[in-house]
């Protein structure tokens, strides 16, 4: 149990620096530094995978809703796909109104989730 406790620990603090950088990129894109996030939404997306894939690692035991990780795996589809276009106002869109909202509730749902196992 150990290993997934530290595995909870390692997702809620990728989390939270994931969030911070879907802000950072909102903000970027709305001042029109759309190149300038490019590299930043790929590190998200990789991060974000990351963090899928510690999850799978988990217990059965510690349940996490597949809904809205499929929901969030989509809208980062949606969004690279806009990257590629050059359409950087759905890219603006998609994580303004899709991505950051879903993710928030991801990351609301995994402190209550672990919140019993990391602080026992």
Do not use: C, W
């Amino acid at each position: 149990m150990e290993k997934s406790i530290d595995i909870m620990r390692q997702s809620l603090e990728l989390q939270e620096t994931v969030l911070e950088g879907l802000e950072h990129v909102q903000k970027q894109i709305s001042e029109g530094k759309f190149e300038d996030t490019i590299s930043l939404f790929r590190d998200i997306v990789q991060a974000f995978f990351s963090i899928e894939s510690s999850l799978k690692s988990l217990p059965d035991q510690i349940l996490i809703d597949e809904v809205i990780i499929d929901n969030i795996r989509g809208s980062l589809n949606i969004a690279v796909n806009a990257y590629e276009t050059k359409n950087y106002m759905n890219v603006q869109e998609v994580i303004e109104f899709k991505i950051i909202p879903a993710y928030k509730e991801m990351k609301i749902q995994l402190e209550q989730t672990f919140k019993p196992y990391i602080v026992s």
